[in-house]
C-alpha cells in the first residue's frame, strides 16, 4: 500500500506552498483519500501527477542541416 502524505508534505515534494497542494485537491486535479476530516494524497498521485505535467525538452536541429528560406 502507498505512504499516504500530508498537504504540507506534497507541497514540500513538489517545492511549492500547502495553497497550490490545496487547489490540486479542490480542483481534484489530484488522486486523495479522505480520512474523517483529514486529507491525505497517495504517494503514487503525487509521482503520476509529476509525470503527466513532466514536459520534454525539444530536440533543435543543428544549423548545418537547417534549409534556407
Known sequence: MDRLLTVQQV???LGTGV???R???EERRITFVKIGRHV???ESAVEAYVTA???EPV???P???R???
Open 11 to 13: 507541497a514540500d515534494r
Open 19 to 21: 495553497r497550490f497542494s
Open 23 to 25: 487547489r490540486l485537491i
Open 40 to 42: 491525505r494524497i497517495p
Open 53 to 55: 505535467h513532466t514536459v
Open 59 to 61: 530536440v533543435l536541429r
Open 63 to 65: 544549423e548545418s542541416l
Open 67 to 69: 534549409r534556407a528560406a
